[in-house]
């Protein structure tokens, strides 16, 4: 397996060295970077463009989620704190791991496991689909065949994804960002962390607050489109 290029964040120095301590036994793990506020960890990781961070939540000046908002690389996250309470959250943000510190060893090996089997599979996930092709999705005991010039809509649930077509609304158990890589780009685009829209089903699109977007779909839909990806949205629709 190549190298996993990896940058440590925390506030606490001392939680960054016991981490590098248990991450020296995975020899594909390369520590590139480590950075103690979030300020920091931005300018490093959009230089350095690492495969996987390992991310504090409470951080002072910026949290681990303020950190992520203003990402344009994004790579995958794990997150490690010593709060229950953001588990819910970081999942909706599509976060790889959630560890609570003090870290236990086989948490750590069963969350680096997790990349590791996601990794292997990025070949396949490079090969775009097309948009005639069609899905095979099963939800519970419902079997779904999606036509992906069908699907206006995807949102994530947790490390599910909700694939929206006709008056369907099956689960499809995909991350968000392993969907993005797959669908063609000519069709589909990324509004925020949570939605990826079928640009063919636009409506209308509306000004928001902060130079940002609103979309609004044929089925009534309404998303709001993140400050970074409006500027992708207005360059790519050309308005």
Partial sequence: MKTIKTILIDDEPLAIVEMKSMLAKNSDIQIIGEANSGT???????????????????????????LLEKLE????????????????KAFEVSALDYMLKPVNALRLDEAIQKFKKINETKEDKNNKLTIDKRIFIKDGDQCHFVALNEVYLIESVGNYARIYYQNKKPLLHKSLNYLEERLPESSFFRTDRQHIVNIHYIKNIYPYFNSTLQIELQSGEKIEVSQRQSVKFKDLMGI
């Fill in 40 to 66: 920091q960890a931005q300018i490093l990781i959009e230089k350095e463009k690492p495969d996987l961070i390992f991310l504090d939540i409470q951080m002072p000046g910026m949290t681990g989620f303020e």
């Fill in 73 to 88: 690389h994004i790579p995958y996250v794990i997150f490690v704190t010593a709060y229950d309470q953001f588990a819910i």
